[in-house]
């Protein structure tokens, strides 16, 4: 990895920020089958996710396939079998959606520090 | 296409499946009189079946080798009639009315539609909060550049 050599905080924000964005997929499929009869709603399981993510980081090589989206148990079903609770979802979401942004800043931070650095004070 | 942009078609999916679901709404209570139709009867209530779409050969193959969001999203996969008979009222001046007076209406209760538009409206509005969630990712993720 290029971007260990100058700094490993880059790699481990980038990798948590496709976690996020997985994980943001997850719950849109969500609330896209929120009147699907019988869905049954899924969740990103974040610890191993993200352990995932920095497994692969350490053996540099592909790493073999984890299974990091769960069924989310959390709620029981409707009538009609499904467990997709839309406040739940909208809130996991907007949660979700928070944290990406907050690594995307803290990303563009530490570029324009090492940017800082490259150039030096002018 | 990258995680982002699949996240969008899933949310574009239920756009769509609740849009037919709100025509269908539309039609049921456009038709709510109607006692003649090209199949013969009065008007009878139509119904969408959604189903979660599934992956296909090549989106699973993606998948396994954890190079793609999950597709999928939802799919409109049949708009059906309700077998509901229908209403029947004494109605003997009617054209449509029956030996025995009673003209065959639709089986359509505005209620439930007024109740089924409700829902497909939160839904459809839930699905576009997605998308402007993702739209902002999106930013955020450009503005890493700036």
């Given amino acids: 990895m290029p971007s260990t050599l100058i700094d490993p905080t880059l790699e481990g924000v980038a990798r948590a920020l496709t976690v996020h964005a997985r994980r943001h997929g997850v719950l849109a499929e969500n609330v896209a089958n929120l009147e699907t009869p019988g869905f049954h709603a899924r969740d ?24 990091t989206v769960r069924e989310d148990t959390s709620v029981p079903p409707r ?33 324009a520090l090492i940017r800082h650095g490259i150039e030096g004070a002018r | 296409m990258d995680l982002l942009s699949s996240t969008f078609a899933i949310s574009a999916s239920a756009l769509r499946a609740e849009r037919i679901r709100i025509d269908t709404v539309a039609t049921n209570l456009a038709n709510a009189h109607t006692t003649q139709t090209v199949e013969g009867g009065p008007y009878r209530r139509k119904t969408v079946l959604f189903a979660a ?22 799919d409109v996969t049949d708009v059906v009639e309700d077998a509901t008979p229908p209403r029947m009222v004494f109605d003997p001046g009617h054209p449509d009315a029956n030996p025995e007076g009673y003209v065959a209406h639709p089986n359509v209760d505005p209620i439930v539609e007024m109740v089924d538009l409700q829902a ?14 993702t739209r902002r990712m999106s930013d955020a993720a450009l503005s890493i550049i700036g």
């Fill in chain 1, 44 to 67: 990103t399981d974040f610890r191993r996710a993200l352990e995932a993510a920095f497994s692969t980081a350490r053996a540099g090589e592909a790493a073999p396939h984890v299974e």
């Fill in chain 1, 79 to 111: 009538a009609d079998g499904n467990t997709v609770d839309l406040d739940l979802q909208m809130a996991q979401l907007s949660d979700n959606a928070s944290r990406y942004g907050t690594l995307s800043r803290i990303l563009a931070k530490r570029l």
């Fill in chain 2, 53 to 74: 779409r599934a992956l296909d050969e090549f989106g699973q193959m993606l998948d396994d080798l954890g190079r793609s969001a999950r597709p999928a999203g939802v």
């Fill in chain 2, 120 to 133: 497909a409206t939160r839904a459809y509005e839930a699905n576009v909060q997605v998308v402007n969630a």
